[in-house]
């Protein structure tokens, strides 16, 4: 069965630490992984990562994949209390995406 | 650009009723939406692949019957929840895929739909 797993389910940091999460996968037919952002509402969109060991980067986030040990890691620098949100990893494989369960990040001020 | 809407935002209904949620692409069009459904504290749930034009494409478990999909023009497929039962009570999030993208990590979301189901 494919599936979709993140690390840790949830994470309480202060102000300006530097947290990791990750994404471990078992999918057949791999395209792609993302990694959304979600608030209250929608998930929106951080990154896309298809090939293994180049990281993207976007301000204080930053992520990269690693094919062989089917895995993935979103790193975030010097968080802020507006980085408090649900990180999702999901997978795209063949015409549609699979989440995972998400890892609920809180940082306190 | 690329914005979906959902409508309603929020709608309590009583058991049995039937409630329809519409997906709207705004500035693009889309022959592929997706619906999926969220728990609280879970991740989201693939339930359905809409297509314009034909039927959509159920996952595993889920009751086509029940939940009907149609997906009548290039930036507007609706959702369906019929004989609603408190256990349907759920966030209800479409995303919708641009055409002529090729790749379905393209897909960008509505702000889902909370459904209560009474």
């Known amino acids: 069965e494919d599936k979709v797993v993140q690390s840790p389910l949830s994470l309480v940091v202060h102000e300006g630490d530097t947290v990791t999460l990750n994404c471990s996968y078992e999918?057949?037919?791999?395209?792609?992984l993302l990694w959304y952002k979600q608030e209250k509402k929608a998930p929106t969109f951080l990154f896309m990562l298809?090939?293994?060991?180049i990281e993207k980067k976007s301000g204080r986030l930053s992520s990269i994949l690693d094919k062989k040990e089917l895995s993935s890691i979103l790193n975030i620098t010097a968080t802020q209390t507006g980085d408090s949100a649900i990180y999702l990893c999901?997978?795209?494989?063949?015409?549609?995406?699979?989440f995972g369960a998400g890892t609920i990040l809180r940082v306190k001020s | 650009g690329a914005v979906v809407s959902q409508h309603p935002s929020r709608v309590i209904c009583k058991s049995g009723t039937s409630v329809k949620i519409e997906c709207r692409s705004l500035?693009?069009?889309?022959?592929?939406m997706f619906w999926y459904r969220q728990f609280p504290k879970q991740s989201l749930m693939l339930m359905a692949t809409?297509?314009?034009?034909?039927?959509?494409?159920?996952e595993q478990g889920v009751e086509k019957d029940k939940f009907l999909i149609n997906h009548a023009s290039l930036t507007l497929s609706t959702l369906t929840v019929t004989s609603a039962h408190p256990e349907d009570s759920s966030f209800y999030i479409c995303?919708?895929?641009?055409?002529?993208?090729?790749?379905?990590?393209?897909?960008?979301f509505g702000p889902g739909t909370r459904l209560t189901v009474l």
């Open positions: 995303s919708a895929k641009p055409t002529p993208a090729t790749r379905v990590g393209e897909q960008f």
């Open positions: 999918v057949t037919n791999f395209r792609s």
């Open positions: 298809t090939s293994s060991g």
């Open positions: 999901a997978v795209e494989y063949g015409n549609k995406l699979v």
């Open positions: 500035d693009f069009q889309a022959t592929t």
């Open positions: 809409s297509n314009e034009g034909s039927k959509a494409t159920y």
